[in-house]
């Protein structure tokens, strides 16, 4: 049960580069989340979806964009990469948010933009 | 909005010793749900310990334990016997329950030292 991965794990970026962040999940689950976790900032809500096809902003979506064709994977654009965007990014999913179940969180990617 | 705080950016602790970490949130909401979540230097985020707010009774988990106050929107961890595997980032972390789709908020996280 591989749980939730994401791909890559490393990555440097040039400035205007764009580039996609994978997340796929094998629990069948709905809710899918994207966050990035800068330091001193905790962990902040870029977009988020509640099921196929849908998608959300959450806190700080400017210069993201997200998609979820498949229940089973989430994708976090980036679509002319900034330094403001170097951040750990972290990818979530949970069955349902009325159970009161954590979310199951992948290992993160590195994204650093020069 | 709901948001959280985390006062204590660092704290340290000697091994075997207790310590508690504060996390004190806002909201309007009265169904909720509150979690713990520790980060090793791993970066995993593994969930420590969840309390519903209609739950009167703290939640306890092994060592792990939260002192709830509700009126007061107050959460606190307590680590009792403290080892060098909890040293970590701690995350206080909120959900409301009705429509709650919209994620998690976090704070900003306490770093947790353990002094061997």
């Known amino acids: 049960n591989a749980g939730v991965t994401q791909t890559p794990k490393f990555r440097v970026l040039k400035t205007g580069q764009s580039m996609t962040l994978l997340c796929a999940q094998d629990?069948?689950?709905?809710?899918m989340y994207w966050y990035r976790q800068d330091p001193g900032m905790g962990l902040r809500l870029i977009h988020y979806s509640v099921g196929e096809g849908t998608t959300a902003k959450g806190e700080v979506p400017d210069g993201y964009n997200v998609s979820r064709l498949k229940k089973q994977n989430f994708l976090l654009g980036l679509e002319s990469a900034a330094p403001s965007q170097t951040s750990v990014y972290f990818c979530?999913?949970?069955?349902?948010?009325?159970?009161?179940?954590?979310?199951?969180f992948g290992s993160g990617t590195r994204l650093t933009v020069v | 909005a709901q948001t959280v705080t985390q006062s204590q950016p660092e704290m340290s602790v000697q091994e075997a010793e207790t310590v508690t970490l504060s996390c004190t949130y806002d909201?309007?909401?009265?169904?909720?749900?509150l979690f713990w979540y520790k980060q090793p230097p791993s970066r995993q985020m593994i969930l420590v310990i969840r309390q519903e707010a209609y739950k009167q009774q703290n939640a306890t988990e092994n060592r792990f334990s939260v002192n709830f106050q509700k009126a007061a929107k107050s959460f606190s961890l307590k680590i009792s016997d403290s080892q060098l595997g909890d040293a970590a980032m701690y995350f206080c972390a909120y959900r409301r329950n009705s429509g709650g789709a919209d994620g998690l908020t976090f704070g900003k996280g306490t770093h947790l030292i353990i002094q061997p």
């Open positions: 909201t309007s909401e009265s169904d909720y749900y």
């Open positions: 629990m069948n689950h709905e809710y």
């Open positions: 979530a999913s949970s069955y349902s948010f009325i159970t009161g179940d954590g979310y199951t």
